[in-house]
């Protein structure tokens, strides 16, 4: 049993991630669950609660509100496995390689033609030396740690004629010069 929760800090927090908890909190209310994670800032708690149709309920308590965590157990081998593919996205979007190909190519043509430096190295495409897409090329398959970047790229490519996401707020084709690619 552990009180004053927020005072505790990350190195002890560990110990209770991936067990099933018991939480009291500061409205009388108590909560059961696996503990998914806990946000370093502001002590708040990532319980997931399996449920019996296969499904799971995610509830976050606010650290300010957590009065006391308690462990009722450890996590066996099927619970710890799927706790840690909770989060992760699925692997079920399986295409061809000339589908993946055809994909890559569309993705580089359409950002050269909005004036974006695009090189192709190997699997993946890297953007003005900052930003990599991976296969399969979608908006959410970008990684770059310049977020303005990021995010000018992947409404670019949401703004892809034939992308399947929400519609262009601007002429296909275009991209306003209020989001150009500037570092």
Known sequence: MQCGWSLLGP???????????KVKAGNGEELRGWLFTVDPVSASLVLVDFRQNGGSLVQVVL???VEEVQILQKADKESAAYLCTLFKPSKNCRLDPEELRRKKRSIQNWLEK??????????????????TIRAPYRPEDCCSSNQIILDRIQRLMQNQPDHPGPPPETEPGLIPASTALTS
């Not at 190195?11 to 908890?21: F, G, I, M």
């Not at 974006?116 to 003005?128: H, K, N, S, T």
């Open 114 to 131: 909005n004036q974006i430096p695009v090189v192709a190295e190997g699997a993946e495409l890297r953007v003005a030396g900052v930003l």
């Open 63 to 65: 650290g300010h509100a």
């Open 11 to 21: 190195l002890e927090w560990v110990h209770y991630v991936n067990k099933q908890v």
